[in-house]
């Protein structure tokens, strides 16, 4: 089974970069993030005719995360986070889909920082670790999947000095990810790449693709469960280098059957 997530950047607009990737790639199930997409603007059919089944959690101009599966239909377990079941903004959606937990999200970006974009980053955070806390306590296998606008440690980053006050890399984001991983969860790009320079996000501004300036912000947490099922992980890098692409590259694990 290969399992992915993409960050789309406006799932419209980049349509046909989504649909070529998905018949390259082929991924099982996939957590889209950054929709910028009201419910109903959804591409829905083309998502079908593409070979893919649909939920989405929209929201117009801005976040929206959705799940796709091929070959089964994902069955809708929750769309926001304990805590968070009032906010207005589209980040969290969780579905059963062959026998996996899926929950995809996309964590706030919470620049600048401090302030306030900054306190709803980190109350958010610290939603998502009590409900991954809830999650491993029911032993079922479970993945976390999405953007976290978060780079863990020093080799996620193309330059690490530039980045110490930044909302993705302060300290107490970098503490809350591994306050979290810490639970029993695999950052599963990191276990099979313990030490390889991986990028997920290059900016459009400043030849950052160019340059492989890049960021790993995108990430995949597996519970024991799954954790123990992974063989294979990795970046289609080259999808960012297409015509109108997201800054985003997809991520992607492969897992052996049970």
Same mark, same amino acid.
């Given at each position: 089974?290969?399992?992915?997530?993409?960050?789309?950047?406006?799932?419209?607009?980049?349509?046909?970069?989504?649909?070529?990737?998905?018949?390259?790639?082929?991924?099982?199930?996939?957590?889209?993030?950054?929709?910028?997409?009201?419910?109903?603007?959804?591409?829905?059919?083309?998502?079908?005719?593409?070979?893919?089944?649909?939920?989405?959690?929209?929201?117009?101009?801005?976040?929206? /995360?959705?799940?796709?599966?091929?070959?089964?239909?994902?069955?809708? *377990? =929750?769309?926001?986070?304990?805590?968070?079941?009032?906010?207005?903004?589209?980040?969290?959606? #969780? !579905?059963?889909?062959?026998?996996?937990?899926?929950?995809?999200?996309?964590?706030?970006?919470?620049?600048?920082?401090?302030?306030?974009?900054?306190?709803?980053?980190?109350?958010?955070?610290?939603?998502?670790? %009590?409900?991954?806390?809830?999650?491993?306590?029911?032993?079922?296998? /479970?993945?976390? /999947?999405?953007? $976290? &606008?978060?780079?863990?440690?020093?080799?996620? /980053?193309?330059?690490? #000095? =530039?980045? =110490?006050?930044?909302?993705? $890399?302060?300290?107490?984001?970098?503490?809350? $990810? !591994?306050?979290?991983?810490?639970?029993?969860?695999?950052? !599963?790009? @990191?276990?099979?790449?313990? %030490?390889?320079?991986?990028? *997920?996000?290059?900016?459009? $501004? @400043? &030849? !950052?693709?160019?340059?492989?300036?890049?960021?790993?912000?995108?990430?995949?947490?597996?519970?024991? %469960?799954?954790?123990?099922?992974?063989?294979?992980?990795?970046?289609?890098?080259?999808?960012?280098?297409?015509?109108?692409?997201?800054?985003?590259?997809?991520?992607?694990?492969?897992?052996?059957? @049970?």
């Amino acid at each position: 089974m290969k399992l992915a997530t993409f960050n789309v950047n406006g799932i419209n607009g980049r349509l046909p970069v989504l649909l070529r990737w998905l018949g390259e790639a082929k991924p099982d199930i996939v957590c889209l993030q950054e929709l910028k997409a009201s419910q109903e603007k959804f591409p829905e059919r083309a998502i079908r005719d593409a070979g893919y089944a649909a939920i989405w959690h929209g929201q117009r101009s801005w976040n929206g /995360v959705a799940i796709l599966t091929r070959g089964a239909e994902p069955v809708e *377990t =929750r769309r926001s986070l304990p805590g968070e079941d009032d906010d207005s903004q589209s980040r969290y959606l #969780e !579905a059963a889909v062959r026998g996996i937990l899926v929950c995809c999200l996309y964590m706030p970006n919470g620049n600048p920082a401090p302030g306030p974009k900054f306190d709803y980053k980190l109350r958010w955070f610290g939603h998502l670790i %009590q409900h991954a806390a809830t999650l491993l306590a029911h032993e079922v296998p /479970v993945v976390l /999947v999405g953007d $976290f &606008n978060v780079m863990p440690a020093d080799l996620d /980053v193309y330059k690490p #000095e =530039r980045w =110490r006050d930044d909302a993705l $890399f302060r300290p107490e984001v970098r503490e809350a $990810f !591994a306050e979290l991983v810490a639970q029993g969860w695999t950052d !599963a790009l @990191r276990k099979l790449h313990p %030490q390889e320079r991986i990028y *997920t996000f290059w900016d459009y $501004f @400043r &030849n !950052a693709w160019g340059r492989d300036a890049g960021l790993r912000i995108d990430h995949l947490l597996l519970s024991p %469960q799954l954790a123990e099922r992974l063989k294979a992980a990795g970046v289609d890098r080259h999808v960012r280098g297409w015509e109108k692409a997201s800054d985003h590259a997809p991520v992607w694990i492969a897992l052996k059957a @049970r």
